[in-house]
């Protein structure tokens, strides 16, 4: 019988951080990650300051810094007449090392964390096996059944099993932990267009007929993306790639010479947005963090920085008890009772920007009700550093910063 004491379901940010820092405690962990790569165009690339600065605690700030990337020191919006870009968070202005975003392929950070996890003798990784089902003993989770990619599977038994499987997580089938979903106004399309030099960097956006486009530089590339107003996928897709080739140039002007390289519908995929949140992220020997526990909007960019942080919070709450073999449904209450103010704050201030920002302009609208507050908010934004650093605040750090447990520490 397979057995170790954290089973980790899902090796994404939130995954791998509480599995390194669990191993580097002394902690037995097996991370299950269903892929045979961590290579996914829809992960987020932005790193924000307190995890910058949970590598450096790590002793991994200099090989990160190794890693190819963009720093990104404020965070600009198109607001205003003209549709000019206002800097609405300045990251740079804070106080610190780490005053910036680092844009890095999620690829090489998950890399990076996998590589320093496996120098640790009880970490181990598995790739290319999909945890199935939950293994429930008298009410408790006491594992899971898993299959590889070469069709064979398997039990593995844990002390605690931790879902870091993202919001289409094993643990959404189960009816107790009552999962709350809310209204959101869009969906999203991702597809690549070339990058060339003398290019904008780091992260940039735009506005076009009906959609907005955040664009993530991956130094040869654009990651492009259009957040559409919900359910007009298939209309738009019947309006003829033309027609949306000549909008995407118009809403970014300086693309307008390369986006005849987008050339099928197929080079376009379909991401469902979602904003949902479970009302118990656990059961006895279940934890959920990260997207598993609350799937987040793209606004703010910030659902690898919470994920991150649920990771950090959970390792310092069950460290002692994993340790001791004692872990019980108090300790995973507590790790809730810690991360769900921060997570239930922002979705609330997405679901703010969602109706005031997104839905209008998606719909063609002013946000902010009409053109003349919009113009008070942006120049409030523009002058105001006071209110500048509010939400670059909010972006680097979250509502709430964690730190690792001292064992976890190099």
Not at 5 to 11: D, M, N, R, S
Not at 27 to 33: A, F, K, R
Not at 360 to 378: D, E, K
Not at 402 to 410: G, I, L, N
Request: charged share 25%; hydrophobic share 40%.
């Amino acid at each position: 019988m397979e057995r170790t004491t954290c089973c980790v379901v899902g090796g994404g940010p939130a995954g791998m951080v509480l599995g390194l820092l669990l191993a580097r405690a002394g902690v037995e962990v097996t991370v299950l990650e269903k892929h045979g790569d961590f290579l996914r165009d829809f992960r987020g690339d932005t790193v924000h300051p307190s995890t910058l600065a949970l590598l450096d605690d790590l002793g991994l700030a200099e090989r990160f810094a190794r890693l190819p990337q963009r720093r990104v020191t404020a965070v600009q919006l198109p607001f205003g007449p003209g549709r000019s870009l206002v800097t609405v968070g300045d990251i740079g202005a804070l106080r610190g090392t780490y005053n910036y975003i680092a844009m890095v392929p999620q690829w090489d950070f998950l890399d990076l964390l996998a590589d320093e996890a496996r120098r640790e003798p009880p970490f181990s990784l598995r790739m290319s096996t999909e945890a199935t089902s939950f293994l429930v003993e008298r009410g408790r989770v006491t594992g899971v059944r898993y299959r590889t990619s070469d069709g064979r599977t398997g039990e593995l038994r844990a002390t605690l099993t931790v879902a870091c499987d993202g919001r289409g997580s094993l643990s959404r089938s189960l009816p107790e932990l009552g999962l709350r979903s809310f209204t959101c106004p869009m969906d999203a399309w991702w597809f690549r267009l070339p990058r060339r030099e003398g290019d904008p960097h780091g992260l940039v956006a735009g506005v076009g007929d009906r959609f907005l486009t955040p664009m993530i530089d991956r130094g040869d590339y654009w990651q492009c993306g259009a957040l559409i107003p919900k359910g007009t996928d298939a209309q738009r897709r019947a309006a003829g790639l033309e027609r949306f080739r000549a909008d995407f140039a118009a809403a970014v002007p300086w693309l307008a010479d390369r986006v005849h390289t987008l050339r099928s519908w197929d080079e376009v995929k379909l991401l469902d947005v979602r904003l949902d949140r479970l009302r118990r992220w656990h059961r006895p020997g279940l934890l959920c963090i990260g997207d598993a526990a609350h799937a987040m909007s793209p606004v703010f960019g910030i659902g690898i920085n919470l994920a991150v942080e649920d990771a950090v919070a959970a390792a310092r709450y069950l460290v002692e008890p994993l340790r001791a073999g004692t872990v019980g449904l108090r300790d995973v209450r507590a790790v809730q009772r810690r991360r769900r103010p921060t997570a239930a704050a922002t979705q609330a201030l997405q679901r703010i920007a969602h109706a005031r920002v997104i839905e209008p302009l998606l719909a063609g609208r002013p946000p902010f009700g009409n053109p003349r507050r919009a113009q008070r908010v942006t120049e409030r934004l523009a002058t105001s550093r006071w209110l500048n650093r509010v939400p670059a605040y909010f972006l680097a750090y979250g509502a709430v910063r964690e730190r690792p447990p001292a064992a976890s520490m190099r």
